[in-house]
């Protein structure tokens, strides 16, 4: 036995040894923290004593402990959390990982940026750098090849290493009077970098998506040309200044060029810039990748037939369509005080020859009030995951909810077809049963919302929903059967149309190609304020995300054009949950008082139109003063109109108490269910327990 303990002692000795010499021999490295726990848990079996063998064993186990601790630390496990949210959002998509395990092609390198000894950093500053830090981590060990070098920086003040973090153009945060953190990274490829200048604890949601996207940017060597043809000017003006905010977004990752409303007219120019030699006269798939039309208000039939050829030659459009445009109504100018605005770019646009080739029926003239998705101001709709009937279309697969304003609707032109017979239809979104059409004028008059209020009283019951996003997909046929022609060309004599020979031969009537066509009713929804807003910070400021709108649409056109595997991280949008029961219980009793203030309103309207009559009446006798019998009328009629005036106030009054009733039992129910259950479990514990007691 003795022997024995010579021999662990040994062993044990020759351990400790080769740990010593771990730190000098790098073929020893990985080993070290194994030998030094082998070599205490061998000298625990040499003492006599229990007492010191215990001892040996507590050393033992925190040995282990503490080696566990350092291997995890080098693996990605130690980054790993449970992810009990209900979306998964702090949970890696799919596509990150195939983004960083097989896409990622070229060196990356994050110069991450923070300040972690400030005194009076913000609470949820606090809790968000864990977060950021467990993430870059995390996506560094998952990046194939080692691809990602992550470096951890803390720019302490008045060091070199502020400079290189405010030379990288990431944002100083004042904390205090005197204190300043920084608290933002810029990623870099090669030749090329962006900066992510603060990462915002409220915008935790777009976390992935930032990084991802900012490492999408940098090794993405080949930026697909995208198209885009739209009334507005898309460079000038927003909340930034510096154009849609959108349009900024876009331009990291794409090429937008401007086709104007007139695109074969701009190709030329285009071509020769990109040089991609000959410029046919349509619009080729394979160089511009996808049309994106954002309110074509006015468009021309040429233009509309350049649309219609790109289609049948497999291209996919995205157009953006309007009953009434805000931002268009705000780029009208008042030619006199009082005055209505005027120019500036039309409130409506549609597709009209497209549409009606395709049986879908759109209403430039009337704007949608859906009360199971209004907010405050009836004519702003926040669609939720009720409004998306298709489970698993990847563009909406993680967006929470889109923002709509001032929205139309498509339905089928003529009921018994679908629409786009002879293709793939799919309503992407969808409005509720309780809806209706308004004329637009009133979105913008002062009374406006009080009128919305009670719209859906005049509403026509019907089972059917309007579409507020349609998709149609396969091989198009041509909405311009006899071509782009006008009267005087069947003037033309034969050598005319012998010279014009060539240019015919390129316009197809069918398609040669499968395409896409998405339908949008509103074109505001990617404007500032509803889909990203801008913040001012110090010299300039940063993006945030509002609502699904912007994710959604880049998600078709990554669809399209970009990677797919970007479309799960961009769509963690701020997650709102409407009130779907209290709202539809709003509705119904909006529709009853609905019916009945319409019913008083009528009176009331009745009585005054009696009243004018008698003023008109006197006004041809001359009279200057009325007799009994026309006072007694007056006084019948104009008490008439104060009754149902009145009556009508009751009866709003009567709805809001109604309504207040829901919200405080709702309350009530939520506040109170929980300890009531609480204290009745606990009862029948103590029942059950006294019932034991007494039966012993």
């Given at each position: 036995?003795?022997?024995?303990?010579?021999?662990?002692?040994?062993?044990?000795?020759?351990a400790?040894t080769?740990?010593?010499?771990?730190?000098?021999?790098e073929?020893?490295?990985?080993?070290?923290?194994l030998?030094?726990?082998g070599?205490?848990?061998?000298?625990?079996?040499?003492?006599?004593?229990r007492?010191?063998?215990?001892?040996?064993?507590?050393?033992?186990?925190?040995?282990?402990?503490f080696?566990?601790?350092?291997?995890?630390?080098?693996?990605?496990?130690?980054?790993?959390?449970?992810?009990?949210?209900?979306?998964?959002?702090?949970?890696?998509?799919?596509?990150?990982?195939?983004?960083?395990?097989?896409?990622?092609?070229?060196?990356?390198?994050?110069?991450?940026?923070?300040?972690?000894d400030?005194?009076?950093?913000?609470?949820?500053?606090?809790?968000?750098?864990?977060?950021?830090?467990?993430?870059?981590r995390?996506?560094?060990?998952?990046a194939?090849?080692?691809?990602?070098?992550l470096?951890?920086?803390?720019?302490?003040?008045?060091?070199?290493?502020?400079?290189?973090?405010?030379?990288?153009?990431?944002?100083?945060i004042?904390?205090?009077?005197?204190?300043?953190m920084?608290?933002?990274?810029?990623?870099?490829?090669?030749?090329?970098?962006?900066?992510?200048?603060?990462?915002?604890?409220?915008?935790?949601t777009?976390?992935?998506?930032?990084?991802?996207?900012a490492?999408?940017?940098?090794?993405?060597?080949?930026?697909?040309?995208?198209?885009?043809?739209?009334?507005?000017?898309?460079?000038?003006?927003?909340?930034?200044?510096q154009?849609w905010?959108?349009?900024?977004?876009?331009?990291?990752t794409?090429?937008p060029?401007?086709?104007?409303?007139?695109?074969?007219?701009?190709?030329?120019?285009?071509?020769?810039?990109?040089?991609?030699?000959?410029?046919p006269?349509?619009l080729?798939?394979?160089k511009?990748?996808?049309?994106?039309?954002?309110?074509?208000?006015?468009?021309?039939?040429?233009?509309?037939?350049?649309?219609?050829?790109?289609?049948?030659?497999?291209?996919?459009v995205?157009?953006?369509?309007?009953?009434?445009?805000?931002?268009?109504?705000?780029?009208?100018r008042?030619?006199a005080?009082?005055?209505?605005?005027?120019?500036?770019v039309?409130t409506?646009?549609?597709?009209?020859?497209?549409?009606k080739?395709?049986?879908?029926?759109?209403?430039?003239?009337?704007?949608?009030?859906?009360?199971?998705?209004?907010?405050?101001?009836?004519?702003?709709?926040?669609?939720?995951?009720?409004?998306?009937?298709?489970?698993d279309?990847?563009?909406?697969?993680?967006?929470?909810?889109?923002?709509?304003?001032?929205s139309?609707?498509?339905?089928?032109?003529?009921?018994n077809?679908?629409?786009?017979?002879?293709?793939?239809?799919?309503?992407l979104?969808?409005?509720?049963?309780?809806?209706?059409?308004v004329?637009s004028?009133?979105?913008?008059?002062p009374?406006?919302?009080?009128?919305?209020?009670?719209?859906?009283?005049?509403?026509?019951?019907?089972?059917?929903?309007?579409?507020?996003?349609?998709?149609?997909?396969?091989?198009?046929?041509?909405?311009?059967?006899?071509?782009?022609?006008?009267?005087?060309?069947?003037?033309q004599?034969d050598?005319?149309?012998?010279?014009?020979?060539?240019?015919?031969?390129?316009?197809?009537?069918?398609?040669?190609?499968?395409?896409?066509?998405?339908?949008?009713?509103?074109?505001?929804f990617?404007?500032?304020?509803?889909?990203?807003?801008?913040?001012?910070f110090?010299?300039?400021?940063?993006?945030q995300?509002?609502?699904?709108?912007?994710?959604?649409?880049?998600?078709?056109?990554?669809?399209?054009?970009?990677?797919?595997?970007?479309?799960?991280?961009?769509?963690?949008?701020?997650?709102?949950?409407?009130?779907?029961?209290?709202?539809?219980?709003?509705?119904?009793?909006?529709?009853?008082?609905?019916?009945?203030?319409?019913a008083?309103?009528e009176?009331?309207?009745?009585?005054?139109q009696?009243?004018?009559?008698?003023?008109?009446?006197?006004?041809?006798?001359?009279?200057?003063?009325?007799?009994?019998?026309?006072?007694?009328q007056?006084?019948?009629?104009?008490?008439?109109?104060?009754?149902?005036?009145?009556e009508i106030?009751e009866?709003?009054?009567?709805?809001?108490?109604?309504?207040?009733?829901?919200?405080?039992?709702?309350f009530?129910?939520?506040?109170?269910?929980?300890?009531?259950?609480?204290?009745?479990?606990?009862?029948?514990?103590?029942?059950?327990?006294?019932?034991?007691?007494?039966?012993?």
């Amino acid at each position: 036995m003795n022997a024995l303990k010579y021999l662990f002692f040994i062993l044990s000795a020759v351990a400790f040894t080769a740990f010593g010499l771990s730190f000098g021999n790098e073929d020893l490295g990985p080993y070290r923290w194994l030998l030094l726990l082998g070599a205490i848990a061998l000298l625990s079996f040499t003492p006599n004593s229990r007492i010191i063998r215990a001892a040996f064993g507590t050393a033992v186990l925190a040995t282990l402990v503490f080696f566990v601790t350092q291997l995890l630390s080098e693996l990605s496990i130690a980054n790993k959390s449970i992810d009990l949210t209900e979306d998964k959002r702090y949970t890696l998509t799919e596509g990150t990982r195939q983004i960083l395990g097989k896409e990622l092609q070229d060196p990356v390198t994050i110069n991450y940026y923070v300040t972690r000894d400030v005194d009076g950093t913000p609470a949820s500053f606090k809790r968000h750098i864990p977060r950021v830090d467990s993430f870059l981590r995390e996506i560094k060990n998952l990046a194939k090849d080692d691809l990602i070098t992550l470096n951890f920086i803390d720019p302490e003040p008045n060091t070199d290493e502020e400079d290189a973090a405010l030379l990288d153009q990431v944002q100083q945060i004042d904390v205090t009077q005197d204190d300043k953190m920084i608290f933002g990274a810029s990623i870099s490829s090669l030749d090329k970098k962006t900066v992510i200048p603060i990462f915002d604890p409220e915008q935790e949601t777009q976390l992935e998506f930032q990084v991802i996207s900012a490492i999408t940017e940098v090794t993405n060597r080949n930026t697909p040309v995208i198209g885009i043809m739209s009334a507005h000017n898309l460079d000038v003006g927003g909340q930034s200044r510096q154009g849609w905010l959108f349009n900024q977004i876009l331009k990291r990752t794409y090429d937008p060029i401007n086709l104007s409303m007139e695109p074969i007219t701009q190709l030329e120019e285009i071509y020769q810039e990109r040089k991609w030699g000959d410029t046919p006269d349509y619009l080729d798939p394979e160089k511009i990748k996808l049309l994106l039309l954002i309110h074509p208000a006015g468009i021309t039939p040429a233009a509309e037939f350049a649309i219609d050829q790109y289609l049948l030659r497999g291209g996919t459009v995205i157009a953006c369509l309007d009953p009434m445009s805000m931002v268009a109504q705000q780029s009208a100018r008042p030619m006199a005080p009082g005055m209505p605005p005027q120019g500036g770019v039309p409130t409506s646009s549609t597709l009209p020859t497209l549409l009606k080739k395709h049986n879908i029926a759109f209403n430039t003239e009337q704007v949608i009030i859906d009360r199971s998705y209004a907010q405050q101001n009836p004519g702003v709709l926040l669609l939720n995951k009720e409004a998306m009937p298709i489970d698993d279309d990847i563009s909406l697969a993680s967006i929470q909810n889109l923002a709509l304003l001032a929205s139309g609707g498509f339905s089928s032109l003529e009921k018994n077809r679908p629409m786009g017979p002879g293709l793939q239809s799919s309503r992407l979104v969808e409005s509720s049963y309780q809806y209706t059409f308004v004329n637009s004028q009133i979105l913008s008059s002062p009374q406006g919302a009080q009128q919305l209020r009670f719209a859906l009283g005049s509403r026509d019951q019907s089972d059917r929903r309007q579409s507020y996003i349609t998709r149609l997909s396969g091989t198009f046929e041509t909405a311009f059967p006899d071509g782009l022609t006008d009267p005087a060309e069947e003037q033309q004599n034969d050598k005319e149309k012998e010279e014009n020979k060539d240019q015919e031969s390129t316009q197809l009537t069918t398609g040669i190609s499968s395409a896409n066509l998405y339908l949008i009713a509103d074109s505001d929804f990617l404007y500032d304020g509803l889909s990203y807003q801008f913040r001012q910070f110090g010299q300039s400021g940063f993006m945030q995300t509002v609502s699904g709108n912007g994710p959604f649409m880049l998600n078709l056109i990554d669809q399209a054009v970009g990677s797919k595997h970007l479309i799960g991280a961009r769509a963690r949008t701020p997650h709102y949950r409407s009130f779907t029961v209290l709202k539809e219980k709003e509705a119904e009793l909006e529709k009853v008082a609905g019916d009945r203030i319409k019913a008083l309103q009528e009176e009331a309207n009745q009585a005054n139109q009696e009243l004018q009559k008698i003023r008109s009446q006197l006004t041809e006798n001359n009279s200057a003063q009325s007799n009994a019998e026309y006072q007694a009328q007056i006084a019948e009629f104009r008490k008439a109109e104060i009754d149902a005036r009145k009556e009508i106030r009751e009866e709003q009054k009567s709805y809001q108490a109604q309504i207040d009733t829901i919200k405080a039992g709702i309350f009530w129910k939520s506040v109170l269910i929980v300890p009531l259950v609480v204290i009745l479990l606990g009862l029948l514990v103590f029942i059950w327990r006294k019932i034991l007691t007494n039966a012993r």
